[in-house]
C-alpha cells in the first residue's frame, strides 16, 4: 500500500514537471502578450498549481476519486487552433435547432463553424483569444477579477495555459430569445492533449439568456478536457445554463463553474454526464445578495467503469435567498458516482429557504454510489432540508410491464427513462430536451448491451 | 381445441404449494368464474397464468392455444393474447399511460405481424377505447396508475384490455374496493368487449360482480383445488350458503 501511494506521488511530480516544461513552452512563443496583465495570472496560476501539485484521495474533496489516472498521462495543452478536419457534418448531430452557436476545438475557437450572427447587436459574444490580442479595455476586469481565485489544482492548471473560451457579455434590459449554444469538440488524435477552454459569461441587470454547453468527443482517443466557466448575474438577470457531456469513453473531464449571484437574480443549472471515463463536475454557486433563487439538476449515466463525480456547493450568504437541487444519477456494469451537495448558511444568511435531494439506481449489483450531502448552518431562522436514496428497478413494476406485451429488456429501458424524467423535463429548450432524451435513450440500450457482453465473457 | 387447458396444475410460492391440482378448461367465447375464500389460492392461479416469478409450478400442464403456456415469458403470454386485470394495480410514476399503451401494443402487433402504429393512428385507436370504457381522455396524459383511485386503476386497467384485445383475459379480484357505481361501470366496460371469440376468467371472493358480469360456469376454489362446478346459480348458493356449506359438502362426498 505503502509503496503504491509513494509511487503514484512520484508520477504526480513527474507530471508536474512535464507541465513545467509545457509552461516554458508555452512563455517562450507568447512575444508580446507575456508583458500584459493576464499573464501574470497566468504565472501566478501556475505557481500555485506546481506548489500544490494534484489533489489526492487523502484530502477530503477528492475522498471518493482518484485522478491519479490523469497524472499518468502527458498531456499536450492545446494552445493553438487547428481544425483536424473537423467539419459541420460532424456537430449536425449535436447543434441545437434555432440556437446561436461558438464551436471550439480541443479547446479552441472554431470561426468556420460558429455562427452568432443573429443574436442582438448589443450582445458581445467573441472569443478569449482574439478578445486578448485586441486587448480591449472591456474585458480586462472581468479577465482580473476570474482568475483571482484558482482554489484547486484544475482550476489553476486551466488559468495557467489560458488562452481560448466564450467571453459573453449580456447588456442591461436585455432578452436573448435564442438559446446560445457553445460546443466543444474533441477531435482525435495521435497524442494524449488537454483542451483547457475558459469561459466567461455575465448577465446584465434585468437581462435573460439560456446557454448550453456541449462537449462532444468524436472519437474513442484519450484526451482531457479541464474546462472553467465563471458566471456572473447582476441584479434581477435569469440564466438557465445547461451542459450535455458526452466525451469519448477514454477521455477525463474536469468541469468547474462557479456562479456569482447579484440581488433577485435567477440561476438554473441543468447537467447531464453521460461520458467520460473519469469525470468531475464542480458547481459553486455564492448567492451574495438577497432575494436569489437558484436550481441545480443533474442527470448522470454511467456505464461501464465510468466514474461520474458531481460535486456542488451552494453559498447562502445573504438573507432571502432559495436554492432546490436535484441530482440523480443512472449506474450500469461496474460504474461508480460520486455526489457531494454542499450548502452553506452564512451567520446573517436569515429566511434562507435550501432543498437538496439525491436519488440513484442502481442497474448492476457491481455498480457502486458515494453520496454525502454536507450542510453546513450558522443561521437561526431557515428552512434546509436534504434527502439521498438509492435502489434498483422495482421486480413489479417491470412485471407489469412485461403482462402487457413490453419485452424486458424495454421494460427496463422505459421504467429507467421515467426515472431520469424528471430532470430531462427541467430542460426549457425544447429541441435540447428531445435531443438529450435521445441521447439518453439510446444510452440505456448501450449500457445493457456492455452488460451482457460482460456476462458472456464471465 | 379449447382456449385453455389447466390438467393437474400444483403450484408453490417461497416452496409452500398453494394449488394441489388444478383441472380447468375454458373454450372461446366462455366466461368462467373462479370463486373461493380469501387465501384458496385464487390469485396464485392468475400469478401463475400471467407468468409471476414468485410462484413456481411443481406439477401439471397448462396449454393455451395448444401452447405449452408455462414456458412462455409473461411478455409472450400477453403477446398471444392473454391478459392479467391486477387486483392492485402498479403505479408507474414518469411514464405516461398513452405511451406505455403504445409501447405495449405495437409490442404485441409486431408479435403478430402486423405493422406498428404511428402516432396518428395510434392516438385516433385510443381515443375510440376511452368512449368504450367511458373513460377520460385526460387519462391518456396522466402518469400509468398514479394519483389514480382504486376505481380509476380498476377502470384502467380494463381500459388496458380494450386496448391489447386480448384473447383471453383473467380479471383478479377486479371488484374488489370498488363501490356500487364504479363496479356497475367497469362491468359495463367488460360486458361491451365480449364478443365469440374471446373469452374471461372472473377470479372473485364475492358474488356480486356476477350479477353484472353474468359467467357460463362457476368453479369453487377451496384451499387450491376446485371442489365444485356448476352455473351461475351455484354462484348464488355460495353466496346465501357461505363457504362452509361447500367446504361441509366436499368433506361429505370424500
Redesign the interface.
Known amino acids: 500500500m505503502f509503496n503504491k501511494q509513494y509511487k503514484n506521488m512520484q508520477s504526480a511530480d513527474k507530471n508536474i514537471q512535464w507541465y513545467k516544461s509545457r509552461f516554458e513552452a508555452f512563455e517562450q512563443g507568447l512575444n508580446g502578450e507575456k508583458s500584459k496583465p493576464v499573464h501574470a495570472l497566468r504565472r501566478n496560476a501556475f505557481r500555485i498549481f506546481s506548489e500544490n501539485g494534484f489533489p489526492t484521495t487523502r484530502q477530503e474533496e477528492w475522498r471518493f476519486t482518484n485522478i491519479s489516472p490523469i497524472t499518468k498521462i502527458e498531456f499536450q495543452p492545446v494552445l493553438n487552433f487547428e481544425a483536424n478536419g473537423i467539419s459541420k457534418a460532424d456537430i449536425k448531430e449535436y447543434t441545437v435547432a434555432g440556437a446561436a452557436r461558438a464551436v471550439f476545438i480541443n479547446g479552441m475557437f472554431s470561426k468556420e463553424l460558429s455562427d452568432t450572427g443573429m443574436l442582438p447587436d448589443n450582445v458581445i459574444i467573441g472569443n478569449i483569444a482574439n478578445v486578448l490580442e485586441e486587448d480591449t479595455g472591456t474585458v480586462q476586469p472581468y479577465i482580473d477579477r476570474m482568475a483571482s481565485a484558482p482554489e484547486n489544482a484544475f482550476t489553476a492548471l486551466n488559468t495557467a495555459f489560458l488562452r481560448d473560451g466564450v467571453f459573453m457579455l449580456v447588456p442591461k434590459n436585455t432578452i436573448i430569445e435564442r438559446p446560445v449554444q457553445l460546443i466543444f469538440l474533441a477531435s482525435d488524435s495521435k497524442y494524449a492533449y488537454a483542451a483547457q477552454p475558459r469561459n466567461i459569461i455575465t448577465v446584465e441587470s434585468d437581462s435573460r439568456c439560456k446557454i448550453i454547453e456541449t462537449y462532444i468527443g468524436l472519437a474513442g482517443n484519450t484526451y482531457l478536457t479541464n474546462t472553467v466557466t465563471e458566471i456572473l448575474l447582476h441584479e434581477n438577470s435569469h440564466l438557465e445554463h445547461n451542459k450535455l457531456q458526452v466525451e469519448s469513453l477514454n477521455a477525463f473531464h474536469i468541469g468547474t463553474a462557479r456562479i456569482i449571484m447579484h440581488a433577485r437574480s435567477n440561476y438554473t443549472s441543468n447537467v447531464f454526464s453521460l461520458g467520460g471515463s473519469l469525470v468531475r463536475n464542480n458547481i459553486d454557486v455564492v448567492m451574495d445578495a438577497e432575494s436569489s433563487e437558484c436550481t441545480l439538476n443533474g442527470l448522470t449515466l454511467g456505464t461501464g467503469t465510468q466514474v461520474i463525480d458531481n460535486h456542488t456547493a451552494v453559498d447562502h450568504a445573504k438573507p432571502n435567498c432559495s436554492s432546490r437541487e436535484l441530482y440523480k444519477s443512472i449506474l450500469g456494469s461496474e460504474s461508480r458516482g460520486v455526489f457531494n451537495g454542499k450548502i452553506i448558511v452564512r451567520k446573517n444568511a436569515q429566511k434562507t429557504d435550501a432543498q437538496q435531494a439525491n436519488r440513484t439506481l442502481l442497474l448492476s449489483d457491481n455498480a457502486v454510489m458515494n453520496t454525502k450531502p454536507q450542510l453546513e448552518i450558522f443561521a437561526d431562522d431557515v428552512k434546509c432540508t436534504h434527502g439521498a436514496a438509492i435502489g434498483q428497478l422495482d421486480d413489479e413494476q417491470i412485471f407489469y410491464l412485461r403482462s402487457r406485451g413490453i419485452g424486458l429488456d424495454a421494460a427496463r429501458d422505459i421504467l429507467t427513462l421515467a426515472f431520469a424524467g424528471d430532470v430531462i423535463n427541467k430542460i426549457t429548450i425544447e429541441p435540447l430536451r428531445f435531443q438529450v432524451e435521445k441521447i439518453v435513450f439510446n444510452s440505456l440500450d448501450n449500457s445493457k448491451a456492455r452488460q451482457k457482453r460482460k456476462t458472456v465473457s464471465v | 381445441m379449447s382456449l385453455l387447458e389447466i390438467k393437474k396444475l400444483h403450484a408453490a410460492v417461497n416452496g409452500k404449494e398453494i394449488l394441489h391440482g388444478i383441472n380447468l378448461e375454458v373454450n372461446e367465447g366462455e366466461i368462467h368464474a373462479i370463486m373461493g375464500p380469501n387465501g384458496s389460492g385464487k390469485s396464485t392461479l392468475a400469478g401463475v397464468l ?4 414468485i410462484y413456481s409450478v411443481t406439477e401439471g400442464q397448462v396449454l393455451y392455444r395448444g401452447k405449452d403456456l408455462l414456458q412462455m ?3 409472450e ?3 398471444e393474447g392473454l ?2 386485470a ?1 387486483q392492485y ?2 403505479e ?4 405516461n399511460n398513452s405511451y ?2 403504445k ?3 405495437n ?2 402487433r409486431k ?1 403478430n405481424g402486423l405493422d406498428e402504429l404511428d402516432a396518428m393512428d395510434f392516438l385516433h385507436l385510443l381515443k375510440q377505447k376511452t368512449k368504450i370504457i367511458g373513460m377520460d381522455e385526460s387519462f391518456l396524459n396522466r402518469p400509468v396508475n398514479e394519483g389514480f383511485s382504486g376505481g380509476e386503476k380498476k377502470r384502467n386497467e380494463i381500459f ?1 384490455m380494450a386496448v ?1 384485445e386480448p384473447k383471453l383475459s383473467v380479471l383478479d379480484e377486479t371488484d374488489s374496493g370498488l363501490d356500487i357505481d364504479a363496479l356497475k361501470s367497469v362491468s359495463e366496460g367488460v360486458n361491451r368487449l365480449r364478443s365469440k371469440e374471446n373469452s374471461t376468467i372472473v377470479v372473485t371472493h364475492y358474488q356480486r360482480l356476477l350479477n353484472y358480469i353474468v359467467p357460463d360456469f362457476v368453479h369453487v376454489l377451496v384451499d387450491g383445488v376446485i371442489v365444485k362446478s356448476g352455473n351461475k346459480d351455484l354462484a348464488l348458493k355460495l353466496e346465501e350458503l357461505g363457504y362452509d356449506w361447500v367446504r361441509e359438502n366436499v368433506q361429505q362426498t370424500v
Open positions: 400471467a407468468g409471476r416469478d415469458s409473461p411478455e403470454r400477453a403477446r391478459f392479467l391486477f394495480p402498479l408507474i410514476p414518469g411514464v406505455f399503451l409501447s405495449a401494443l409490442a404485441v408479435h388496458h391489447l
